[in-house]
């Protein structure tokens, strides 16, 4: 059976298509403004990539914040089934998922055949997600991508106080006016969406192994400082951008 997961998220669209539990591939794109035009372009990319026709895809599932706006899935869920499933399909060893996306983070726990016996999410504030480490980026003139090997260069991490994403940039502004590093600010500013991840996912029972997934999940800086939360290793595979879609597509086997 093959099947495919589309994953409309706040700042990037993921498709995958699966086939007999075999991942055969992946995409990533921007959402943009239009969430429909997003899944729509990314599929059909991720189809030609493969040399495959729409009507080759048994079933279709789709997941995210945009996920009803694809029209062709023949079911949504939400992201926390399919983030849950994902992690499980790359590593059944799995007990809890930390997924930090573009405009809220969220922490899961999973049991021995994958299913999220808990989750906790916070989606009311910036801090804590990719958006506020993509507002810091702006304010120091870095690349996002450049953050997370910077900031292991870091001799003593910034200290930032404010949990408001406008304040915080503020706080950002006055410390490069007072010749602070890029480094030490950037390792301050993962230490502050750590701090925020961390508190967030107390609310649980989280045991390890850990995993963690979405597009900040390739941040090393802000994965290392995490781990020295957690006290434990947490799993990041190449494929922790498309976990959500992955999970869609897994998913979507019993559509």
């Known amino acids: ?10 700042i990037s669209a993921k498709a995958a298509i699966i086939e007999d539990g075999e991942i055969l591939g992946t995409r990533v794109g921007f959402t943009g403004y239009n969430a429909a035009n997003a899944g729509k372009k990314i599929f059909e990319e991720l ?3 493969l040399g495959m026709e729409f009507s080759s895809i048994d079933r279709i599932v789709s997941t995210g914040y ?4 694809v029209d062709f899935a023949h079911k949504t869920m939400t992201e926390i089934i399919c983030h849950g499933a994902g992690a499980y399909f790359q590593n059944p060893e799995t007990r809890t998922v930390i997924d930090v996306g573009g405009q809220d983070s969220k922490a899961l726990i999973l049991d021995e055949a994958g299913r ?3 989750f906790v999410m916070n989606d009311k504030c910036a801090a804590g997600t990719g958006r506020f480490l993509e507002v810091m980026a702006r304010a120091l003139e870095v690349d996002l991508d450049d953050f997370g090997g910077l900031s292991l260069h870091a001799e003593k991490p910034s200290k930032i106080s404010s949990i408001c994403t406008v304040f915080a940039e503020s706080e950002v502004i006055s410390l490069i006016s007072k010749g602070e590093s890029r480094e030490n ?15 967030m996912a107390q609310r649980l029972a989280i045991k390890p192994p850990f995993m963690m997934t979405g597009g900040v ?3 090393v800086g802000l994965v290392r400082i995490l781990e020295k939360r957690f006290n434990a290793p947490i799993q990041v595979t190449p494929l922790a951008q498309v976990n959500g879609a992955i999970g869609a597509a897994v998913m979507a086997v019993n559509v």
Do not use: C, F, P, Q
């Not at 059976?1 to 706040?10: K, V």
């Open 1 to 10: 059976m093959r099947t495919a997961g589309i994953d409309i998220g706040s």
């Open 47 to 49: 189809l030609a990539e």
């Open 66 to 69: 945009g996920r009803n706006s």
């Open 116 to 118: 999220v016996r808990d």
């Open 185 to 199: 600010i950037i390792s301050g500013i993962h230490e502050s969406v750590a701090s925020r991840v961390y508190a």
């Open 217 to 219: 999940a390739k941040n």
